[in-house]
């Protein structure tokens, strides 16, 4: 695991919610093989290229919690009821105890997702940064916000409408992650 330092991004999985149509939290999801969807995530930020790691938990937070790797801090989110928004909130917050530049967001619900994608965002790192990898040109996850936006950003979020909007209208960087995987979320079982 990269040592958390200035030059690397922190990685956030946003896993709070209560996973309506998958049919309950995914951040109690795991593969055919039993390992969990949460494991998958750190693990997939950390091998990218992220340093310290932030857990947003709400629905069955202490379920998953135990779930949660050794090395990545949770936080966990008030008012995760009401949407992504209060997840974003939460975990940039929980972010900006520490030093780094930016932030590398992935929701729990991409297992599949493949570190290189992550691993291209982070060499944009920057407090300026923004950056959204897409596939075949369609926006998806990870996204890269750098530290000079998390406090816009947190604003700008609301319900379950993340940071896409934001990101749109800033002119956010599009970077094509298509050739590593697809780019899938997973909202069924």
């Known amino acids: 695991m990269p040592a958390a330092s200035p030059a690397h991004p922190c990685g956030l999985v946003l896993a709070a919610g209560a996973g309506r149509r998958f049919g309950g939290p995914k951040a109690l999801a795991r593969t055919p093989g039993g390992t ?3 494991v998958l995530a750190v693990r997939a930020l950390q091998a990218g290229g992220c340093g310290e790691i932030v857990v947003a ?37 929980a972010a ?21 994608a992550v691993a291209r965002l982070v060499r ?47 002119g956010a960087d599009a970077v094509e992650c298509g050739d590593l995987w697809s780019g899938a979320d997973r909202d069924e079982r």
């Open 36 to 38: 969990p969807w949460l």
């Open 57 to 93: 938990l709400g629905a069955a937070a202490d379920d998953a919690a135990l779930l949660v790797p050794s090395g990545a801090s949770i936080v966990r989110v008030d008012g995760w009821e009401s949407g992504v928004a209060a997840s974003v909130r939460a975990g940039l917050h």
């Open 96 to 116: 900006g105890a520490g030093s780094a530049p930016a932030a590398v967001i992935l929701p729990v619900d991409t297992p599949d997702v493949a570190p290189a």
């Open 124 to 170: 944009r790192a920057a407090p300026d940064a923004l950056a959204q990898a897409v596939y075949a040109g369609e926006p998806g996850h990870p996204v890269l916000i750098g530290r000079a936006h998390w406090s816009a950003v947190a604003a700008a979020v609301r319900g379950d409408i993340g940071a896409r909007p934001y990101l749109v209208a800033q």
